[in-house]
């Protein structure tokens, strides 16, 4: 157990609607990251938040969006959802602002199916 | 970008045989991590090893920064170490996140 939740664990939705990811980090984190996991694209990096803030973004489409709150848990809004957005998408949690200096822990994943 | 290249893409064992999977990086890094990915999809930590050398029971973990590659060591293979092995680096110069090979494939038969 890495100590990062992540809820659902699984999740099948239609094309179009919207979905909420929820992330809670390890205690005593300050980062959140979210990735992202398909079969054609590997793991790639979307979106990290420090300790409320937004601090670095990767490849995340204008369609998903993500916040962090002031007790630190973490939530990835996705939207008008289309069948490629299916994936294993994963958050992960540091005690620092970067990953330099920081072993960063994965949650278990929620896995989204978009029909 | 850094680039990550992990090697071979799979590999197929018997069990009991040893297995030495390879990470190379094309930049200076500040964070690299071994993970291993159950056949469940967890992403399981093994090293954080941005340099030297770590061991932890069966398995082992190398990075020579100064020639940007790591190595991971299992020994003694087993079933449950079946899965997908991936190295992540987290790059010194430009954007702070860490960045993954494509995976090494490893499938341990009985």
């Known amino acids: 157990d890495s100590g990062v939740t992540q809820t659902p664990k699984h999740l099948i939705t239609a094309t179009g609607q919207r979905v909420t990811l929820r992330c809670s980090p390890r205690?005593?984190?300050?980062?959140v990251y979210w990735y992202q996991q398909s079969l054609d694209q590997g793991l790639q990096f979307l979106i990290q938040?420090?300790?409320?803030?937004?601090?670095a973004k990767g490849n995340i489409l204008e369609r998903f969006s993500a916040q962090q709150f002031p007790d630190l848990h973490s939530e990835l809004n996705l939207s008008s959802l289309e069948l490629g957005d299916s994936a294993l998408y994963f958050c992960?949690?540091?005690?620092?602002?970067?990953?330099?200096?920081?072993?960063?822990?994965f949650g278990e994943g929620s896995w989204l199916t978009v029909v | 970008g850094i680039q990550v290249e992990q090697s071979p893409p799979d590999l197929i064992l018997q069990e009991g045989a040893n297995s030495t999977l390879r990470c190379n990086f094309s930049?200076?890094?500040?964070?690299l991590q071994w993970f291993h990915q159950n056949p469940w999809g967890q992403l399981i930590n093994l090293f954080y090893?941005?340099?030297g050398t770590k061991q932890n029971g069966r398995l082992s973990a190398t990075t020579v920064a100064t020639e940007r590659y790591s190595l991971l060591y299992i020994s003694s293979s087993q079933t449950t170490d079946s899965g997908v092995y991936f190295c992540?680096?987290?790059?010194?110069?430009?954007?702070?996140?860490?960045?993954f090979g494509q995976g090494t494939r490893l499938t341990i038969n009985p």
């Open positions: 992960a949690s540091s005690p620092g602002r970067a990953p330099s200096g920081n072993t960063i822990y």
């Open positions: 205690s005593g984190d300050l980062s």
């Open positions: 938040y420090y300790n409320g803030e937004e601090r």
């Open positions: 930049d200076s890094v500040n964070n």
């Open positions: 090893i941005p340099s």
């Open positions: 992540a680096v987290d790059q010194i110069q430009g954007a702070q996140k860490l960045v």
